[in-house]
Structures are given as structure tokens and as C-alpha cells.
């Protein structure tokens, strides 16, 4: 290594899609960018694996690589990493590797910080196709122990990684999630037009996120028509996010759903749309069976719009005294909060106070900042 205050840093920027980014891709958009402005002294190599997009080359200290084959399959992600990323390291010997998607290459001798945002595989693997859940259970506690230091993003993924790796909690950073700055409160005409274009005009709860069985839709679905039964009201339910996979019958679910009539489906939203159609919300739900952080949450608080999580994982954390707690494998107590912050319009108003207050903790320019000591910090503590 030349010197901490002049470095070579190699970045794993595969997940920066234009118009396509989620939860990893805006991580590795807000930390890496402001990473990349704050420290002009450093030199930056990122590492696609496909033709990427201008606006990811934030600064002229950045040079662009491209190597293939495009990694979106088990077999592609082991050699894009084992030997694509590992020669671009082998050839450019940076000082350092970060990767933001849990992967690593193990034929590295390079120092590497990982992030791993969750276990749910660990956890959950019958939720995934057998080919992913084996290379995610397989080579995660290996690149866990290869990495020089392991960042998550909330304080349950970090006692999880330490607890199920037998992880050293000295090399396991928490580093939370920010938001886009996109994401505030809305006048009260930009409410009345997002419900008018995508909710008939009427009030609505909110999901957001890739649908698959881990989010647990099925059981917001099932919480709603409880909801439905017991309330007269107009009330909508928007569930917005591409399907992933095993949704098959969440799919159907939606389309047969007993009041599909005010439950309505909207495929991935750019953010400038999205931010609006959650700022608009009654309250957001978000009863997932795991989440090692949820950025949803934090994203409904920045527009002072409540939220409903589950009552277990990282939610709780995330969500503070802004959010009601459900338990996520009981349809009768999701229903119970939805219609509790329904009626309760005493407390609804507390939770939005709240919300102002939850949702300072996450900030992109404070992450980044933490992100980049922590890396550093390791770095020098492998130097002494």
C-alpha cells in the first residue's frame, strides 16, 4: 500500500443498472459516490460486467472497467469473481476491494471489506431456487472470513452474521442505509393528484419492494381483507415492485383477492414517481418474515407517512416509536394495526411526529463518512 492518504481502491460496481437500482444498487450508488467526491486524492477503478451508464462515473478519479461474463447466475458469479475480478485486481493491484453485494473472489490477495446485507437464505432458504441458496449458504461464511472486514446495515445483520459465521464482533461494522433526498413530506395537492392517478381518489396503505415469499404479501393481502371486512371504509392497498421469484401464487393472490376491486398492482417505479405514491400513503406496510434492514421504512418516514413492520428482525430497529409492530406469520394481528392506525387518528398523528425524529439516524453523507473510517481503519489496523 503506497500510503492511507493516497490509495488505489477497487470497486464491485455490477449492481449500478441505470433505471434499475434497488437496495444494493442504491447502496453502492450513495456511498461509493460520495466516497469517490469527498476523497479526490484517491484513485478508483470500477469493476462492471456489463456496458454501463455515464452518470456512474462519478469524478475523473474514476476509471471504468468492464469485464464479462454478466454475473446474474451462480456459475457467472463464481467466475466473474473468481477469475474476471481477480485478474482486474491481479493487473491493477489496488490497495484495497470493495464489494458491496456480499460477494468476494477468494483467489484474491488484495484486502477486501464485503457487505453483507442480510442471512435471509440462511434463514430462509426453501424462499430461493436450490442453484442460489447453495452458493449463498456455501460461499458466504467463506467470504466472510476471507474479507478483512465485514459491513452490514443494521445492528440485528450484524448479530446475526457474528452469531451464525462465529464471526469476531471487532470485524463487523454496522453502517446504516440512507435515503433520497427525494423523499419528503408532500403538500396537501400533490397528495389529492397521486391519489386521484393511482388510488381513485381514496386513501391507500402502501407496500414497496421485489415480491417474493420473504416479504410476505400474501399475509398483507390476507391482513387487508380482514381490514375490508371489519371496516367501511374506501381504503386501497398498493403493492408496488416486480415479481421475483416463487411469486407465482402471490400473483394470483392479487388477482383474485375478494376485494381485488381496491387492491391494486404497479410493476417497478422510478424514484421520482415513487417517492410521491409512498409520500401520499395513509401508512406503509412492510410485514416481512426478514429483513436485515428495510429501506421502505425509513423512505415512509422521510415523508412523515407511518409505517406498519413486523415485529421482528431489523424492522423494530429501523422503525423506532414511527412505526406499529405486527407479527408477520399472523394475518389477525396485521389487521389489528391496520385498523388500529385506521381509527386512532390521535395516534397516527404521533407516529408522523415521531417520523421527523426516527428517520434523522439514516443519512447517505453520515453512512459514507462511517463507511470510508471503517474501511480505513481496518486497513491500518492490518498494517500495525
Known amino acids: 500500500m503506497q500510503t492511507i492518504l493516497e490509495m488505489k481502491i477497487a470497486v464491485n ?25 469527498n476523497h479526490p486524492e484517491h484513485e478508483f477503478i470500477f469493476i462492471f460486467d456489463r456496458p454501463y451508464h455515464p452518470k456512474f462515473i ?12 454478466p454475473a446474474r447466475h451462480p456459475i457467472l458469479w463464481y467466475l466473474w469473481f473468481e477469475w474476471s475480478v481477480w485478474f482486474v485486481l491481479k493487473k491493477h493491484k489496488p490497495d484495497v476491494f470493495i464489494s458491496t453485494d456480499g460477494f468476494l473472489s477468494l483467489k484474491t490477495n488484495i484486502p477486501s471489506i464485503v457487505v453483507v446485507h442480510d442471512l435471509a437464505f440462511e434463514h430462509y432458504p426453501q424462499h430461493l431456487p436450490f442453484k442460489f441458496r447453495f452458493y449463498l449458504r456455501k ?35 454496522v453502517v446504516y442505509n440512507g435515503v433520497n433526498s427525494l423523499y419528503k413530506p408532500l403538500s396537501v395537492e400533490e397528495k389529492i393528484a397521486i391519489k386521484e392517478k393511482y388510488a381513485q381518489g381514496a386513501e391507500y396503505f402502501v407496500f414497496t419492494g421485489a415480491i417474493h415469499p420473504r416479504k410476505n404479501v400474501n399475509q398483507l393481502l390476507k391482513a387487508f381483507e380482514i381490514f375490508k371486512r371489519k371496516q367501511r371504509s374506501n381504503m386501497k392497498l398498493l403493492i408496488i415492485g416486480r415479481y421475483a421469484w416463487n411469486s407465482k401464487d402471490i400473483k394470483q393472490h392479487i388477482e383474485n383477492h375478494p376485494f381485488k376491486n381496491d387492491v391494486f398492482h404497479f410493476d417497478y417505479m422510478q424514484v421520482d414517481e415513487l417517492c410521491k405514491v409512498i409520500g401520499a400513503a395513509y401508512a406503509l406496510a412492510l410485514v416481512s418474515l426478514l429483513e436485515g434492514f428495510g429501506i421502505p421504512v425509513v423512505e415512509a418516514m422521510k415523508c412523515n407517512v407511518p409505517v406498519i413492520v413486523s415485529n421482528s428482525t431489523s424492522l423494530p ?11 408477520p406469520n399472523d394475518e389477525n394481528d396485521i389487521a389489528h394495526q391496520l ?20 428517520s434523522q439516524k439514516f443519512d447517505w453523507d453520515n453512512s459514507a463518512v462511517q463507511f470510508y473510517e471503517t474501511m480505513i481503519n481496518a486497513l491500518k489496523n492490518q498494517v500495525t
Do not use: M
Not at 460496481?13 to 469517490?36: A, S
Not at 445492528?155 to 470485524?171: C, G, N, Q, V
Not at 385498523?339 to 411526529?353: G, H, P
Open 58 to 69: 462519478f469524478a475523473e478519479n474514476v476509471t471504468p472497467i468492464v469485464v464479462p461474463p
Open 13 to 37: 460496481t455490477r449492481f449500478l443498472l441505470n433505471g434499475k437500482l434497488e437496495g444494493i444498487g442504491w447502496f453502492t450508488y450513495e456511498i461509493i459516490k460520495r466516497i469517490v467526491l
Open 139 to 173: 460461499f458466504t461464511p467463506l467470504f466472510v472470513k476471507k474479507s478483512l472486514h465485514t459491513i452490514t446495515v443494521s445492528e440485528f445483520s450484524k448479530k446475526d452474521i457474528i452469531e451464525k459465521y462465529h464471526t469476531a464482533p471487532e470485524k463487523v461494522s
Open 339 to 358: 385498523i388500529t392506525i385506521y381509527k386512532d387518528e390521535n395516534l397516527r398523528a404521533k407516529l408522523i411526529a415521531n417520523c421527523k425524529i426516527q
Open 317 to 327: 430497529e429501523v422503525a423506532g416509536d414511527a412505526g406499529l409492530l405486527a407479527d
